[in-house]
């Protein structure tokens, strides 16, 4: 959750370095699991820039969160090389066993499933990414275990 003194700790670290938004808003991401509406005002005000200008940059780049992520988060290629090795369907099944979109995270707050465009495991494909992991040559056995794996014991 955003707090507003730790937060305001986080901007001043690193307000006096050149291009200071970027490593704030991955240092907020890393401390909070995203990166919070409250944020971006007073990230706007601490580096003299709109709050178009910090939103736009939190939008623009996928990898930040506008709210938070489960405790575990699968990254499932969308790429090319993984859709032509049956990648779609199996990202679908995680979806619906999940029950969740593109970007959801489960009611429990254990995972959040999200759309990555390229792993560079083309050659094992389809391929996904768990909690930083790389997993290559999905098949209905790797995702059983996948599931396995992030489900609360």
């Known amino acids: 959750m955003w707090n507003e003194a730790q937060g305001q700790e986080i901007i001043r670290r690193h307000a006096g370095r050149e291009g200071a938004l970027l490593p704030i808003l991955h240092d907020l991401q890393a401390t909070f699991g995203y990166?919070?509406?409250?944020?971006?005002?007073?990230v706007a005000d601490a580096l003299n820039l709109s709050r178009a200008e910090v939103h736009g940059v939190v939008s623009f780049y996928h990898d930040?969160?506008?709210e938070p992520s489960g405790r575990h988060i699968l990254k499932l290629c969308r790429?090319?090389?993984?859709?032509?090795?049956?990648g779609e369907s199996l990202a679908?099944?995680?979806?619906?066993?999940?029950g969740v979109t593109w970007g959801g995270t489960t009611a429990d707050g254990n995972l959040t499933i999200e759309?990555?465009?390229?792993?560079?495991?083309?050659?094992c494909s389809p391929a996904a990414m768990?909690?930083?992991?790389?997993?290559?040559?999905?098949n209905g056995a790797t995702v059983e275990n996948l599931v396995r794996e992030v489900e609360p014991q």
């Open 35 to 42: 990166v919070a509406a409250e944020s971006i005002p007073v």
């Open 64 to 66: 930040f969160r506008r």
């Open 79 to 86: 790429a090319e090389a993984c859709q032509s090795m049956d």
């Open 92 to 98: 679908q099944a995680v979806l619906d066993r999940f």
């Open 115 to 123: 759309a990555t465009y390229c792993l560079g495991l083309c050659s």
């Open 130 to 138: 768990l909690d930083g992991q790389p997993i290559g040559r999905l």
